[in-house]
């Protein structure tokens, strides 16, 4: 089999690139490891950018989003036993941000797939890409319990962290930058109206929680608890108390439908590009969930790609793909920056001064009175146009 394009993984980044490669007219083949279902229901990522919304209509998958999505204007920062909102259209030009859950995303790029673009093959895995600097890149993976090979003309790598497609940029060419924080996160969805219409975001001495949402009736909710945690020491009755405590407001309690224990991290890889093989999203970057930010660069990584890919069919210039990593790289840096100041103003390190919290506060405190200090917040969650 050969295509132009290989897509390794059919999370968000490689699905969202199908879509928009099939309406450029450019061929592809989808390989995910993993069952549709599995993909379909894995519970992560929440908050859209605008860009990232506009991305998606313009892939023909935004009319449930626009339908379901919850359109957010603000967020509320708690700390210090007060609450100071963000208001994002004044302070950002206008813009704001949608709900709509990346399980959602995916089932409607997954439908629309299936229905118009071209292979998508689930359970499907990658163990190996080949000839990164031929024009004949290869893909070998296991389909119904056989070898098989596919040939591209280019591979894009959106295969997550722990994909394969990285080691195809030899290691003394690449550069990984890293950080790892001191603290996790325990995730709830809830069977509950969220206790606000906004997001909540609480700094407190106990540590940090954040009220999320997903629809009208259910509510996602998070709490930073120790590396190492266990979410069988969390009954639901503590995580509720915990919860309320920290966000210093009652949650609206429910039937907890999943719990689970969530790392962070912060990995940069450079460049994003080795011959005939990309990286786009989790592949070459991951951020603490704390900026909202992970979804949102794997969606502009394949907006800024699938324009190369359009250039390079209409004109034959490869100059959009040439510059691919160095353009993905400046607004994945400044989302990398974004989560790593949301994550170490808003959490408390378990080895933290009195001073490192007073300094925590102050900066918390200079948001809600320097509208200019808010704007830079503002403007970083809502994203930059791609
Ligand atoms: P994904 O979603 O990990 O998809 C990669 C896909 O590749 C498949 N795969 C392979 N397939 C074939 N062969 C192989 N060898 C393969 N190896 C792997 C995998 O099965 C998988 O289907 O990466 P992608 O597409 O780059 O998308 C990235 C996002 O999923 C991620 O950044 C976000 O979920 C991060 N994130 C958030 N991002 C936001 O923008 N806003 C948020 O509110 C937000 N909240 C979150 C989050 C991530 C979280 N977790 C669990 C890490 C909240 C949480 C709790
Ligand atoms: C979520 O709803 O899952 C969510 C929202 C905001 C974040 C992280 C996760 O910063």
Redesign the pocket.
């Given at each position: 089999m050969h295509t132009t394009v290989g897509i390794?993984?059919?999370?968000?980044?490689?699905?969202l690139l199908a879509r928009l490669l099939h309406l450029a007219g450019v061929d592809s083949v989808v390989?995910?490891?993993?069952s549709r279902t599995?993909?379909e229901e894995?519970?992560?990522?929440?908050?859209?950018?605008q860009a990232t919304v506009d991305a998606l209509r313009a892939a023909g998958a935004g009319a449930r989003m626009d339908r379901e999505g919850l359109v957010h204007d603000g967020i509320e920062l708690r700390f210090d036993g007060r609450s100071h909102r963000v208001d994002f259209p004044a302070l950002a030009g206008g813009r704001s941000v949608m709900v709509y859950a990346?399980t959602e995303v995916v089932k409607d790029l997954v439908a629309l797939q299936l229905a118009e673009g071209g292979p998508l093959l689930f359970e499907?895995?990658?163990?190996r890409v080949e000839g990164a600097e031929t024009d004949r890149p290869t893909l070998h993976?296991t389909h119904e319990g056989r070898a098989q090979t596919l040939s591209c003309d280019y591979v894009v790598g959106?295969?997550?962290?722990?994909?394969?497609a990285r080691d195809a940029v030899p290691e003394g060419l690449r550069q990984t930058y890293e950080r790892t924080y001191p603290y996790s996160?325990l995730?709830i969805l809830a069977d509950a109206p969220p206790c606000y219409d906004e997001l909540i975001y609480a700094h407190s001495e106990r540590g940090f929680a954040l009220a999320?949402m997903r629809s009208p009736t259910v509510s996602r909710l998070?709490l930073q608890v120790p590396n190492g945690a266990d979410a069988a020491d969390w009954p639901d009755e503590r995580i509720w108390d915990e919860l309320d405590l920290r966000l210093g407001r009652p949650m609206n309690r429910g039937p907890v439908t999943a719990k689970s224990v969530?790392p962070m991290r912060s990995s940069v890889t450079e460049p994003m590009r080795h011959g005939r093989v990309l990286l786009?999203?989790?592949?070459a970057h991951?951020?603490p969930?704390t900026g909202?930010?992970?979804?949102?660069?794997?969606a502009a990584d394949v907006v800024v790609l699938a324009r190369a890919f359009t250039r390079l069919r209409e004109t034959g210039s490869t100059e959009l793909l040439d510059g691919y990593s160095d353009t993905c790289l400046r607004r994945v840096w400044r989302a990398e920056h974004f989560s790593y100041f949301m994550t170490t103003t808003l959490h408390t390190d378990p080895g933290q001064s009195a001073f490192e919290t007073r300094l925590q506060e102050s900066q918390l405190d200079r948001i809600s009175r320097s509208r200019h200090a808010a704007a830079e917040l503002a403007e970083n969650y809502v994203g930059l146009p791609i």
């Open positions: 390794i993984g059919g999370g968000p980044a490689g699905l390989l995910e490891s993993r599995y993909v894995r519970q992560r990522a929440g908050i859209l950018e990346q499907a895995e990658v163990h993976y959106c295969d997550g962290f722990h994909g394969v996160w995730g999320s998070y969530l786009a999203g989790d592949a991951i951020v969930p909202a930010k992970g979804l949102n660069l794997a």
